[in-house]
């Protein structure tokens, strides 16, 4: 089970982006995450007539490592570390380390 995932709020907590809070966009491969504003790159791209695309340097948000971030506990306001807990049912539910209450997405 990931413990991030898509839609959730995370701090990140080392790097160039240390201290930023942003939403996670999407998942790339099972450990690399792409959160809004963080890690942009330049790209230059070539016009693509076809495509309605015109040239230019374009700023891109590219992958981090999922360890670099940590997700944001509202209640507490500061990050916090994610726990699995198994239900008599056999249902995976992630909870805040801290807390002990359930994440809500």
């Known amino acids: 089970m990931n413990k991030i995932h898509k ?3 995370v701090i990140v907590i080392t790097g160039a982006d240390k201290g930023r809070r942003a ?4 998942r790339h491969g099972a450990e690399h995450l792409v959160v809004e504003g963080v890690n942009l790159v330049k790209r230059h791209t070539r016009p693509n007539p076809m495509r309605n695309e015109t040239g230019g340097i374009v700023s891109k948000e ?3 490592h999922q360890s670099n971030v940590a997700i944001f506990n509202p209640a507490t306001g500061k990050a ?9 049912d056999g249902t995976k539910t992630r909870v805040f380390r801290s807390s002990g209450e359930q994440i809500k997405v």
């Open 7 to 9: 839609g959730d709020e």
């Open 23 to 26: 939403k996670v966009l999407a």
């Open 62 to 64: 590219m992958p981090i």
């Open 80 to 88: 916090d570390r994610v726990g699995v807990r198994i239900a008599e």
